[in-house]
C-alpha cells in the first residue's frame, strides 16, 4: 500500500525527529574506532569548531561523521534533493557545505587533524576501519 505525500505536519514531525549528534552512523564509527585499540575520544567538543563527532584531544584529531542528505555528498543519497521546497533545501545544504569546509581550516589552523566520514561509507565498513586506522595512526593517503 502505498502512502499519500506528508502533510507539513507530518514533515514538521519528521524533521523534529531527525537527532544531530548519537546518531546511528556515529554510533558504528564508535564502534570501530574501539575494535581497533582507538579510546580516550571525546564527543561533540563545543569548543572546537564545527564540534567534532568525536575528538582525540592530546593527539589533536577530530573526526566528523556527515550525514550524506544534511552535508551534501556526491554519493546517490547525497544527491537527492526534495520535490518539495527544492530552493530552501538547495541553499541549505549549501551553506551547511561551507560551513563545513570552514570548521576543517579552523581546526587545521588550530593545529588539528581532521577526518570527515559519510554515512554511505558504513556499507563498505572494512575500508572504512583501514581508513580510521591510518589516520589514527597519522599516516597521510
Excluded at 569548543?47 to 554519493?75: Q, T
Excluded at 545544504?93 to 589552523?109: F, K, M, P, S, Y
Aim: glycine share 8%; hydrophobic share 40%; aromatic share 8%.
Amino acid at each position: 500500500m502505498r502512502r499519500a505525500p506528508a502533510q507539513p505536519l507530518d514533515r514538521s514531525e519528521v524533521m523534529r525527529r531527525v537527532k544531530s549528534s548519537n546518531t546511528r552512523p556515529e554510533r558504528e564509527v564508535r564502534a570501530m574506532l574501539r575494535a581497533l585499540g582507538w579510546s580516550g575520544y571525546r564527543l561533540n567538543r563545543a569548543e572546537l569548531p564545527g564540534k567534532p563527532d568525536i575528538a582525540f584531544i592530546g593527539r589533536r584529531k577530530a573526526i566528523f561523521v556527515h550525514g550524506c542528505f544534511w552535508h551534501g555528498h556526491d554519493c546517490k543519497r547525497g544527491a537527492r534533493i526534495p520535490k518539495a521546497n527544492a530552493d530552501y533545501w538547495i541553499a541549505k545544504i549549501g551553506r551547511n557545505r561551507v560551513r563545513d569546509a570552514q570548521h576543517l581550516t579552523a581546526l587545521a589552523e588550530r593545529g588539528w587533524r581532521a577526518m570527515v566520514v559519510w554515512e554511505c561509507e558504513l556499507k563498505r565498513a572494512d575500508e572504512l576501519k583501514a581508513r580510521l586506522d591510518l589516520f589514527m595512526k597519522g599516516v597521510r593517503p
